[in-house]
């Protein structure tokens, strides 16, 4: 008796097999190449964007496997797309070349509803920022910070809340023109004033892509951005921005605003910021500091603070005169 009957091709379990490995990692792809975060689950699915080379190479081994040559070149163009894809995403601002005339450390933490407060004092005492983003910063958070560094960073902008509502901006340098971008959680700013010229500085914190918050996520990120696109001079932005390099949302500010993610100046862009608790290790950066084309970018350096599930960001910057 035949084993393989003729209605059977040899092979088809591998081939199912390697079209349902593929059809996350080319539908993910085609998103990002079409500049759209789409709906749930793509959002989410974005954050794992690099990781999907794995699906996509499997696929091919599998399709290969089977002998099915227009499946394997399928999975060619699924792999490489995606491979591209998650290559740095640069942007087209200029790099200023006016002399630097102030060294400016930025700190940028997620404190996850107070609890790594503690640690984040003792990480400012060690480093001393002159700048500090602190994103789900409760009130105890707050009144801690402000009490702690009276003399260090005596200035600061807050939005006073319970839980991950509150965040709370402190500088070593004056602060006017107090502001707070709309959203569900705190996102104060202010001018800086650092070495006679005038820094817009922003704490950026929207809610996460959650199912069913999509929406609100874009609309807080698209808030960020229409920010960062009124932007006249050097401008900070830095905070738990829920989103990454691979979302389109989190794109549109840096190319709004003229903007650079200091991480992919110093080629750190796929350090990963989250998640760092829990069993799944850290797989996308979604904290980040963004500067202005008045800044160059020394140095960025990722911390781990106890008691909560992010990395902070710490950001050695230059400002540079206008000439």
Not at 149 to 172: N, Q
Not at 222 to 233: H, K, M, Q, S, V
Request: hydrophobic share 45%.
């Amino acid at each position: 008796m035949d084993p393989h009957p003729p209605s059977r091709r040899p092979g088809r379990p591998a081939a199912l097999l390697a079209g349902l490995l593929l059809v996350v990692p080319a539908l993910v792809t085609a998103c990002r190449l079409l500049d759209t975060d789409g709906i749930t689950p793509v959002p989410q699915l974005l954050s794992f964007l690099p990781w999907l080379t794995v699906p996509a190479g499997l696929g091919l081994l599998l399709a290969a496997v089977a002998r099915r040559r227009g499946l394997a070149l399928t999975s060619v163009v699924v792999l490489a797309t995606t491979a591209w894809s998650s290559l740095p995403y640069t942007t087209w601002t200029t790099i200023g070349h006016g002399l630097p005339v102030a060294r400016v450390r930025v700190l940028a933490a997620n404190v996850e509803f107070g609890q790594a407060t503690d640690a984040l004092i003792a990480t400012i005492r060690r480093e001393r920022p002159a700048l500090v983003y602190v994103s789900e910063c409760d009130r105890a958070c707050g009144r801690a910070l402000t009490t702690a560094f009276t003399a260090e960073l005596p200035h600061y902008a807050s939005v006073e809340a319970d839980g991950s509502a509150g965040s709370v901006l402190l500088s070593a340098h004056p602060l006017r023109d107090w502001r707070m971008i709309p959203a569900t959680m705190g996102m104060p700013g202010a001018t800086a004033e650092i070495a006679g010229r005038s820094v817009r500085v922003q704490l950026a914190h929207p809610m996460p892509p959650l199912p069913g918050q999509v929406d609100v996520w874009k609309r807080e990120l698209g808030r960020i951005e229409d920010f960062a696109a009124l932007r006249t001079g050097p401008t900070l932005i830095a905070g738990d921005f829920n989103a990454s390099q691979d979302h389109a949302a989190f794109r549109a500010i840096l190319k709004e605003g003229r903007l650079r993610d200091a991480a992919w100046a110093v080629r750190r862009s796929r350090a990963a910021t989250w998640p760092v608790e829990g069993p799944v290790p850290p797989y996308v950066q979604i904290d980040h500091v963004l500067v202005s084309d008045e800044f160059s970018v020394d140095d960025v350096r990722f911390l781990d603070l106890d008691g909560t599930d992010h990395r902070a960001v710490l950001a050695d910057l230059d400002l540079r005169g206008d000439r």
